[in-house]
């Protein structure tokens, strides 16, 4: 299974371009009509609200706080991982929410240093989230030097409902071609690092060539730039009477991506929720994603191991 077309993975930068486009617009069709948060269908043809929560960073003591909050705002998508320690945290707050367990989506990622331990890995989160099954299960890096990620997907792909999509985090084109030579289901996720300053069209565009959704992490730019001193994005605020990071929002929203942004809170939760009553117009995008300057704020995905 291959990304490669007649160039390097499209052919031309004018086909490129056009079928990036077109891979776009794809997944904004995919968004349901319904109201309050929109969903994307995946490849597989399960669902994920494209509109999320993220706990990276999240204290583990403040964790069930935090969640519950997020989820009395009225979030439905909560993504966390092992790596952060906060699992048992997320899993008290969705306990004690009362909210029906199809109502959720939730999800958790596979460490580096687990690739060749699956199984015993996916147990240890669904103990610690108290759950009997995750909606997403990701790689969480590809970790090359280490070079199982082949071989961490295959265990994926063996959890069967238990996970109910797979995917991964932070692949490069590189890691894609690889993994999607052998593997037997293609990830439904690839979520990596992207706001206005990172954008990683390569990766963007291997992802959207294979059939995989983009999820961004970071999307706000981690706090490494002032949004409201960007000139597109305040302009952009100013016109729709919006905050610099909702007009953010907005922009992954309209791209296609999954977004879910962090915040300790319960007022920028509930700013970063309020993003639907407004839309940005085409030279608004155009203007934001003008802002591309390869500001990379988290690891590379080569150096991470």
């Excluded at 996916?122 to 009997?132: A, I, N, R, V």
């Excluded at 969480?140 to 999509?165: I, Q, T």
């Excluded at 919006?242 to 700013?271: C, D, Y």
């Amino acid at each position: 299974m291959s990304v490669v077309g007649t160039g390097q993975f499209f052919g031309s930068p004018e086909e490129e371009r056009d079928k990036l486009m077109q891979s776009l617009m794809d997944q904004k069709n995919k968004l349901s009509k319904s109201e309050g948060i929109p969903f994307v269908t995946l490849n597989d043809g399960k669902t994920i609200p494209q509109l999320g929560f993220g706990v990276f960073k999240v204290d583990p003591d403040e964790a069930e706080r935090v969640v519950t909050e997020a989820l009395e705002v009225g979030y439905r998508h909560i993504d966390t991982a092992a790596i952060y320690g906060n699992e048992e945290g997320v899993g008290r707050a969705i306990a004690k929410s009362g909210i029906p367990r199809e109502e959720l989506f939730i999800t958790t990622k596979l460490w580096n240093d687990r690739h060749l331990d699956v199984e015993a890995a996916f147990e240890e989160s669904l103990q610690k989230l108290g759950l009997d099954y995750v909606d997403l299960y990701l790689v969480h890096w590809p970790a090359p030097k280490n070079d199982n990620y082949v071989a961490a997907w295959k265990g994926l792909e063996k959890l069967g409902d238990r996970a109910r999509s797979i995917g991964v985090c932070n692949f490069l084109p590189e890691h894609l071609e690889k993994l999607l030579a052998e593997a037997t289901t293609v990830p439904a996720i690839n979520q990596i690092e992207l706001h206005p300053a990172l954008q990683q069209r390569d990766a963007v565009e291997a992802s959207l060539a294979a059939g995989i959704t983009v999820e961004s992490w970071g999307p706000l730019g981690q706090g490494r730039f002032d949004l409201g001193a960007e000139e597109p994005i305040a302009a952009a605020a100013k016109n729709h009477g919006k905050t610099p990071a909702q007009v953010v929002i907005r922009w992954h929203l309209q791209n296609g991506f999954v977004v879910f942004p962090k915040t300790v809170t319960k007022s920028r939760m509930v700013e970063n929720i309020d993003v639907f009553d407004f839309e940005l117009s085409d030279e608004e995008m155009a203007a934001i994603t003008a802002l591309e300057r390869n500001d990379r704020g988290g690891s590379h995905p080569n150096d991470l191991n």
